[in-house]
């Protein structure tokens, strides 16, 4: 029998994975907490129906998404941009709000997800690959790698900064869904 998760147990698992999403849209933390605080007001008063929900996942991610969408249009459409705020900063505003309007919340499953993570991984030289996933998928500490591979701790803290940053880079036109996988391996 397939265990339904009750909202404490949503609540523990998703939010800072819809906080880390809404934050690639909203200027600050604060606001994408309240986002997402929003989110999980709605799915409160739904309570008694979370049985009903087949994919939570996509539910929550596609509600965070609304609330970002309805929070960058207020945002523009009542001017509250800062006087400081220069055309390319409000560009960049009407970019995100185009960016998450046109994010499609299940065109890839978190296999297709990993797929990729793994095939931007394969780009990494080999040593900073081989320190990568030690690190981030073996959950070694920097210094078990470095007794392991014989280099200093320093190495390994640079080794994984270059992996992260050439990664990040690899992946920059999939950053919604890497709130679903990539941000455990960077965390």
């Given at each position: 029998m397939e265990h339904k998760l009750n909202f404490e147990e949503i609540y523990t698992l998703y939010y800072p994975k819809?906080?880390?999403?809404?934050?690639?849209?909203?200027?600050?933390?604060?606001?994408?907490?309240?986002?997402?605080?929003?989110?999980?007001?709605?799915?409160?008063?739904?309570?008694?129906?979370?049985?009903?929900?087949?994919?939570?996942?996509?539910?929550?991610?596609?509600?965070t998404k609304n609330k970002c969408i309805d929070f960058l249009r207020h945002k523009i459409r009542v001017g509250d941009l800062h006087c400081s705020l220069q055309d390319v900063e409000e560009k960049e505003l009407h970019f995100k709000l185009y960016s998450i309007e046109q994010f499609d919340d299940q065109s890839l499953s978190n296999e297709d997800i990993e797929i990729m993570v793994n095939k931007a991984i394969e780009t990494l030289p080999p040593k900073c690959r081989e320190i990568f996933i030690l690190s981030r998928l073996d959950g070694m500490k920097y210094q078990?790698?470095?007794d392991q591979l014989n280099l200093s701790t320093n190495t390994i803290s640079n080794q994984i900064a270059i992996a992260l940053k050439k990664l990040k880079n690899e992946l920059k036109d999939y950053l919604p869904l890497l709130s679903l996988v990539f941000f455990k391996l960077i965390g």
């Open positions: 819809l906080v880390r999403f809404s934050r690639e849209y909203v200027s600050s933390r604060d606001d994408a907490e309240n986002i997402v605080q929003d989110v999980f007001f709605i799915l409160w008063q739904q309570r008694e129906h979370l049985d009903q929900l087949r994919n939570v996942n996509a539910y929550l991610f596609k509600l078990e790698i470095a």
